[in-house]
């Protein structure tokens, strides 16, 4: 998704543009349609999105 994302500005923008991301996939997806793989999918970019914001949260401080 480009370049590293250094201040909270970006990062956060980094997070919007992921959700956005992820709302664009899900919401391409048939409930009836929908397989394990199409799950999984689904989850790991939740995964990968909680794991990077919990690197920003550090980056900020755990106390901000």
């Not at 996939?25 to 929908?34: K, L």
């Amino acid at each position: 998704m480009g370049k590293a994302a250094n201040n909270r500005a970006d990062q956060f923008t980094y997070i919007k543009n992921r959700i956005q991301m992820l709302n664009q996939v899900v919401s391409t997806m048939n409930p009836e349609d929908i397989d394990i793989d199409d799950y999984n999918r689904v989850l790991e970019m939740i995964e990968q999105l909680h794991l990077k914001m919990n690197r920003f949260k550090k980056d900020w401080g755990d106390n901000n």
